[in-house]
Nanobody, 118 residues
């Protein structure tokens, strides 16, 4: 059974920081591309960042320089360190595990709420 469990969300003031974690089980973590996505109220889900099995990284333009994605293969966990948070970063943040073999495999966590407000 595949599980992706996010943690670390919460309420933070503008300019603050949070660190999200996504602990996985039931997958061979090292061969998956891991990613963070978010869905703000009234908007579609969008990519925040992803990190490939070879540690290549992609960031959405709106988080470059503020967010850092990383992975710990020994712990089967992916992280998202967020700094200089803005109210527009308020969203539910989802962890994703993706790979393509004979078919596409996509797994999602349940999401963790991040609220940036004074």
């Amino acid at each position: 059974q595949v599980q992706l469990v996010e943690s670390g969300g919460g309420l933070v003031q503008p300019g603050g920081s949070l660190r999200l974690s996504c602990a996985t089980s039931g997958i061979i973590f090292t061969i998956y591309r891991m990613g963070w996505y978010r869905r703000a109220p009234g908007k579609q889900r969008e990519l925040v960042a992803n990190i490939f099995s070879d540690s290549r990284i992609n960031y959405a333009d709106y988080v470059k320089g503020r967010f850092t994605i990383s992975r710990d293969n020994a712990k089967s966990t992916v992280y998202l360190q967020m700094h200089s948070l803005k109210p527009e970063d308020t969203a539910v943040y989802y962890c994703n595990a993706h790979r393509v073999a004979s078919r596409s495999y996509d797994y999602w966590g349940q999401g963790t709420q991040v609220t940036v407000s004074s």
